[in-house]
């Protein structure tokens, strides 16, 4: 897709260092998957896992009216080292992220933290080998709330309650870092995480207007069409996720991941025009998934 001229003069003043771009924020986000009837379904063009997705009210500052998945901003508090802590600790997390431990213990915690703001969805148990199995009673609401008002820490809510962060439930996807012409800026980490057993995801987020579970193929396919507005990000992680048969299989795919930071940059497309450069990533997953690139 062209880009408009503003954006790709906006772009040259970037890159000749006549305005400075704006510091991205370290941000965790989660891809939900479960295992629903659409995995067994007829239709093949529907099949396969089903992602949580979010759309974001429109009169939010960052990316209104488009459709996310749950997470947000590192907060100051996620770099706790007396954190409750169960799975690959953060300086093997910080391997496969690219990142020191700091930030790396940063990240999971913020991924989890707000899932669970977002979602009600809990990657957390008693102890290594489970997870909690109901959150949504008024005592979880209650925390809930008090977290995402920062009057609780995650790691003073865990204590509470006698739990340590899964960190094997998560698995990481992908990087993607907004363009340096845009005035908000985040270096976002993308996780996936397989809907807890017993659990159950919950429309709570005052930042979004509507949320569903749908296939990540029916959401590349919406998307293409124009009903659903996504940020290349979401897309393409959607698009990844369709490329498996089950929630399983992309977790499973996963386990030996090392992530790049990848940021889209403004590039002449032809015919005098400019478009963003796309994932390294991106033509392949469009044939294996039969699409037509753009």
């Avoid at 003043?13 to 007829?42: H, I, K, M, W």
């Avoid at 030996?256 to 015919?271: H, K, Q, Y």
Wanted: glycine share 8%.
């Amino acid at each position: 897709m062209a880009l408009p001229q503003r954006l790709v003069e906006q772009s040259r003043r970037f890159d000749a260092g006549d305005e400075a771009p704006a510091e991205p924020r370290n941000a965790a986000s989660v891809l939900l998957l479960r295992s629903g009837d659409s995995e067994s379904a007829g239709d093949s063009s529907d099949a396969g896992p089903e992602v949580y997705l979010m759309r974001r009210q429109k009169t939010m500052a960052a990316f209104g009216g488009m459709w996310v998945f749950p997470g947000g901003s590192v907060d100051p508090s996620d770099d706790d080292p007396a954190l409750r802590w169960a799975g690959p600790t953060p300086q093997e997390w910080a391997e496969a992220l690219g990142v020191d431990e700091s930030l790396a213990r940063s990240l999971v915690c913020a991924a989890v933290r707000e899932t669970f703001e977002e979602s009600g969805v809990l990657l957390a148990g008693p102890d290594a080998t489970s997870v909690v199995a109901d959150t949504t009673g008024d005592d979880w609401e209650a925390d809930r709330v008090a977290l995402e008002a920062h009057e609780l820490s995650f790691h003073d809510f865990l204590l509470r309650r006698g739990l340590v962060l899964r960190s094997d439930l998560l698995g990481p996807l992908s990087g993607w870092l907004t363009p340096i012409f845009e005035p908000r800026r985040f270096r976002t980490w993308f996780f996936v995480a397989l809907l807890p057993e017993g659990q159950v995801t919950r429309d709570i987020s005052s930042e979004s207007s509507a949320v569903e579970w749908r296939t990540a193929a029916s959401a590349v396919r919406e998307a293409l069409a124009g009903n659903v507005m996504m940020m290349p990000p979401t897309f393409q992680n959607c698009l990844e996720v369709a490329q498996h048969a089950t929630a399983h299989e992309v977790l499973t795919a996963t386990a030996d991941r090392r992530i790049e930071m990848f940021m889209p940059e403004v590039a002449e497309a032809g015919d005098g025009e400019f478009a963003l450069t796309q994932h390294p990533q991106w033509e392949a997953l469009m044939r294996s998934s039969g699409l037509a690139s753009s």
